[in-house]
C-alpha cells in the first residue's frame, strides 16, 4: 500500500519540487496551503494558492486550502506585536514552523489520513537508535534547521524533508527540466505579514500605547538623543537612532522597563555570555558532546545567519541555560534565537532572556 503524504505548499519553486519529488517515488500526494493572513500580502496570498494549485494540476494531485488565520494570529502575529513592544527581537518563522505548518498543517494532514508531511525546508532527517535527528541542509547556504529547533520527536516522526540533500541550484535546474509550472519570484527575505521596512508602524497600529518618548544614551548614562518607542530599535543596529558622533555607535541595550536605548561603539555590543529561556531539545535532554570534549565543546547560532561560534553550556534549570561563547560576539539580541549545534546535528535551543554582565 502507497504511503500517503501531505505537502505543504506555497506555490514556489521548493515546495513544488518536494511534492514532485515524492510523487516521483511513488508516495500518494495531497497538496496542502495554508491561508494565515489577510489578502494582498505575501504571506500564502491567494496568487499563492492560484500558483499552488497549478503545479497541483501537472502534478494529478489533489490540493487543499486550510484557513490558518486564527491560529496564526494567536502564535504568531500577537507574540511579534508583544515582544518588540518588550524591547526584544522576535523570530516569528521559527513560531510559525512549531505551531502553523509543524502544529496546525500537521494536524490536518492526519485528518486526511497521511502518514506524513513534507515541506521544501532544506534540512536533513535521520532516524537512528530509535529517535529522529535533525540535520543541517547539505547546501549549508540555504540551510533552514535554524528554524526548525523547537520542533519536537512528535512532529518529527511524521516529517519528512525531500530537498535536504539537494543544493538550491540543483532543486531550480530539476524544476526547469520537469517543466513544472512554476513563476519565478525573488527570494523572501522579510516578513511575509509586514510590509519591508514597516515593522513599527505594523506594532505601532496594533498596540499604539508603544509609541512614546523616552531616552538614548551613551554607555556612560549621557542623553544623546530622544526616541518614539523602543519598538523601532534592535541589538546591533546602527542608523535611524537620530544620533551624529564622532564615531560609529551601535544599540548595544534597550531597557524596556526605563524606556531607554544605549548606544556604545562596537566593542560595547560585544558579549561572551547570554542567559537562554524556554529551553527546547530535540531528544528532550540537556546535550551532551558527542566528541566528549571536558567542558563540552558546541557550536551556538545566536541569530539566522550567523555561522555559528564555539562555546559551553551551563545548565540552570529544565527551562533555562546559560551560553558561555569562546570569543565575544557582535549583537547578542534578547528575543532571538541561540540555537545549539553538534557538527551538522541540531540539539536544540531557546529563546536569548538577557545578556550576562
Not at 506555490?11 to 517515488?25: F, H, K, P, R
Not at 535521520?126 to 533552514?144: I, S
Not at 535536504?164 to 525573488?186: F, Q
Request: glycine fraction near 10%; aromatic fraction near 8%; include cysteine.
Amino acid at each position: 500500500m502507497k504511503k500517503r503524504a501531505a505537502v505543504g505548499m506555497s506555490g514556489g519553486t521548493d515546495s513544488s519540487v518536494a511534492a514532485a519529488l515524492l510523487v516521483e517515488q511513488g508516495y500518494e500526494v495531497i497538496g496542502l496551503t495554508a491561508h494565515m493572513w489577510k489578502d494582498g500580502s505575501r504571506c500564502c496570498s491567494l496568487e499563492d494558492v492560484t500558483r499552488a494549485q497549478k503545479v497541483c494540476a501537472a502534478l494529478g494531485i489533489r490540493h487543499y486550502v486550510v484557513n490558518a488565520q486564527d491560529r496564526f494570529e494567536e502564535k504568531v502575529v500577537a507574540p511579534f506585536v508583544s515582544e518588540y513592544a518588550a524591547g526584544r527581537t522576535p523570530s516569528p518563522c521559527i513560531a510559525c514552523n512549531q505551531f502553523i505548518k509543524f502544529g496546525f498543517l500537521l494536524d490536518r494532514a492526519v485528518q486526511l489520513d497521511c502518514d506524513v508531511l513534507a515541506t521544501g525546508h532544506y534540512a536533513r532527517l535521520e532516524e537512528r537508535d530509535g529517535a529522529f535527528h535533525l540535520l543541517r541542509a547539505v547546501d549549508r547556504t540555504k540551510d533552514q534547521s535554524y528554524f526548525l529547533h523547537r520542533l519536537s520527536q512528535k512532529q518529527l516522526a511524521h516529517t519528512v524533508f525531500p530537498l535536504g540533500g539537494w543544493t538550491k541550484e540543483e532543486v531550480k535546474k530539476w524544476s526547469a527540466d520537469h517543466n513544472l509550472p512554476i513563476v519565478p519570484r525573488g527570494e523572501s527575505q522579510d516578513l511575509c505579514f509586514v510590509e519591508e521596512g514597516m515593522y513599527p508602524e505594523f506594532v505601532e497600529a496594533r498596540m499604539p500605547e508603544v509609541k512614546k518618548k523616552g531616552r538614548v544614551l551613551d554607555d556612560q548614562g549621557k542623553q544623546l538623543a530622544e526616541h518614539d518607542g523602543v519598538h523601532r530599535f534592535t541589538v546591533g543596529q546602527r542608523g535611524g537612532t537620530g544620533v551624529a558622533v564622532g564615531e560609529r555607535v551601535y544599540v548595544s541595550r534597550i531597557d524596556a522597563d526605563k524606556n531607554e536605548i544605549i548606544l556604545s561603539p562596537r566593542e560595547g555590543a560585544m558579549q561572551s555570555e547570554c542567559f537562554v529561556r524556554d529551553a527546547h531539545w530535540i531528544s528532550g535532554e540537556f546535550p551532551q558532546c558527542t566528541a566528549g570534549v571536558s567542558p563540552a565543546l558546541f557550536i551556538v547560532q545566536p541569530r539566522y545567519g550567523h555561522r555559528g561560534a564555539p562555546a559551553t553550556l551551563e545548565k540552570i534549570s529544565d527551562t533555562e541555560f546559560k551560553v558561555c561563547f569562546s570569543e565575544p560576539q557582535f549583537a547578542l539580541t534578547p528575543g532571538q534565537a541561540a540555537v545549539v549545534y553538534d557538527g551538522d546535528e541540531l540539539l536544540g535551543g531557546g529563546w536569548i532572556k538577557r545578556i550576562a554582565g
